[in-house]
């Protein structure tokens, strides 16, 4: 690989690299739908062919992350981003018509699409090859050239994709930055035609600020915390055990290091011992043991690890309920017990395994200033709030920044309704979780300080498309009638048309 590295890492010279790929999207902007679809052909089998190294690459990175995640999560979504701009680019990148308002006509109008030129893609860490590829064929799809600069906290995945892309493409193409804080700032500083951000709000602010100093216009794909509602209408028994196992699945996938997992549930109000259960055991069937477990993904490294046992310890120091749910083989089986926590998170220390695999939490009513409440939590800690009206639940929400992602589980269609009218966020599954972000005729991205923009599908070809009005006028056109000298001619045909409208 080092070899690789020698021949295809380019220098860092962040302005002569933007400048390569700036002269080359001027020179070809017209560009055919046949280059378009042999980049995303290049891109699919380089997933094919190393998507084993790579899922390597990200475990290496993790400690703990199985290559089935990295299967399902990264590779699978991206085949089918790429098996779907095959598909549709054709009809996509065609001119599109548009009807023209009788006072215009005969004119005649139509949408052109165009790549914007140079995208610029900054990517974090927790799903380091969907979050930097998706974007790239996006962008590649739309007929631009794309710089991207992974996370530094993922090195072995950054540089293995690195050497990957420069085996394929140009440095006029494609080309990858590697390297931690100053060179992203500096890289988010470059004029940039469009740049793509997913990562934390704090570093989102950062990014919008550096490229309105170019005027680049941006995509922040952030975070937040994404809230879970459990309507009163899920019922007892399977109603309330299928909610749990979803949502369990929803936050335990790489152990919660997921923007969209739900970050707490708000339950009705006397439901807390039912949903404890159903929650610890829809654990123990997802997990049947944490430490050792190559299922369970690990914090991505110790400073997150500990930061995630500082929100749990200050959440009990504040009074709330932690329960550890700490993995005991019983005779029929595995199962989970949910216990007490007497010395918060760090408990889960003590587990074999890797040291960074951390035991999946409950806690019950934290203080609503506490960190757990306040800062997105990204791990598997999942708070429990209650509720005793579903208004209550709603003005909760409502009364903080607009979530990335909502969750809503019951049976009662008119509640579920009551709450995606008078609630906004980025996205919404019913009765499950996760799943909107895996369709791709769904635009995904944020709101608010969740983000801005959207991409996947069609929305992700528009996003990095600029999409140019074009008039075509007619010879037999009758503009002129409007033109001064203003005189009893413009009036009478002014109002003839006002009656038209
Ligand atoms: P992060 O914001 O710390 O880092 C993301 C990227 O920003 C990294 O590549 C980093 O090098 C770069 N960066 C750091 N300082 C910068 C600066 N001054 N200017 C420009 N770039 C800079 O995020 P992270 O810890 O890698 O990822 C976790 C966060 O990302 C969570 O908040 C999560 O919710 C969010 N996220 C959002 C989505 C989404 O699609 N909305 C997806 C995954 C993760």
């Known amino acids: 690989m080092q070899a690789m590295n020698d021949h295809h890492q380019p ?78 680019l054709p009809r996509w990148m065609k001119p599109q018509r548009v009807s023209t308002p009788l006072y215009l006509q005969p004119a005649t109008a139509h949408i052109q699409r165009q790549p914007l030129g140079v995208v610029g893609v900054i990517g974090p860490w927790n799903y380091p090859l969907q979050l930097t590829l998706g974007p790239l064929v996006a962008a590649l799809a739309a007929g631009n050239r ?40 500096d890289f988010a500083s470059l004029p940039f035609d469009h740049l793509f951000f997913t990562g934390s709000t704090a570093v989102g602010r950062k990014v919008a600020e550096a490229a309105a100093k170019n005027l680049t216009p941006t995509t922040l794909e952030l975070g937040g915390k994404s809230p879970c509602i459990v309507d009163a209408s899920c019922a007892a028994g399977s109603g309330l055990a299928d909610a749990a196992l979803k949502v369990a699945h929803g936050k335990l996938l790489n152990a919660g290091q997921t923007c969209i997992a739900p970050d707490y549930i708000l339950l009705p109000k006397g439901r807390e011992a039912e949903f404890e259960q159903a929650y610890a055991h829809s654990v123990a069937r997802l997990f049947p043991t944490i430490g050792g477990n190559p299922d369970y993904a690990s914090i991505v490294t110790d400073r997150h690890h500990a930061r995630l046992t500082d929100l749990l310890d200050e959440a009990q120091k504040l009074g709330a309920t932690v329960r550890e749910l700490v993995p005991v083989a019983v005779s029929s089986g595995i199962a989970n017990k949910s216990m007490p926590s007497s010395a918060g998170g760090q408990k889960s220390l003590k587990i074999e395994g890797h040291p960074r695999q951390m035991t999946p939490t409950l806690v019950f009513n934290p203080p609503a200033h506490s960190r757990l409440m306040t800062e997105e939590i990204f791990g598997p800690i999942l708070p429990v709030l209650t509720y005793t009206t579903l208004d209550e639940a709603i003005a909760h929400i409502n009364a903080r920044p607009r979530p990335l992602a909502l969750y809503w589980f019951g049976t009662d269609t008119a509640a579920r309704d009551r709450v995606l009218n008078r609630t906004v966020s980025g996205g919404v599954t019913v009765n499950d979780t996760l799943l909107h972000i895996a369709h791709d005729n769904l635009p995904f991205g944020g709101v608010g300080e969740s983000g801005w923009g959207a991409y996947h599908g069609e929305a992700g070809f528009l996003r990095f498309t600029q999409q140019k009005p074009v008039l075509v006028q007619s010879r037999w056109a009758m503009g002129q009638l409007f033109y001064p000298p203003y005189g009893q001619r413009f009036e009478q045909v002014m109002g003839l048309l006002k009656r038209w409208l």
């Open 11 to 88: 220098p860092l010279d962040l302005p002569a690299l933007f400048h390569a790929q700036h002269t080359a999207s001027r020179a070809l902007i017209d560009v055919p739908l046949a280059w378009r679809l042999e980049r995303l052909q290049r891109v699919q089998h380089l997933v094919e062919t190393h998507g084993a190294a790579l899922a390597d690459a990200v475990q290496a990175d993790f400690g703990v992350r199985s290559r089935q995640l990295t299967d399902v999560a990264d590779h699978f979504v991206l085949l089918a981003a790429i098996g779907q701009l095959k598909k549709k």
């Open 146 to 185: 794309v710089m991207i600069k992974p996370s530094e906290l993922t090195p072995q995945s950054s540089a293995l994709l690195a050497d990957l892309l420069h085996a394929v493409f140009p440095a006029d193409e494609v080309v990858v930055v590697q390297g931690g804080a100053d060179v992203a700032h």
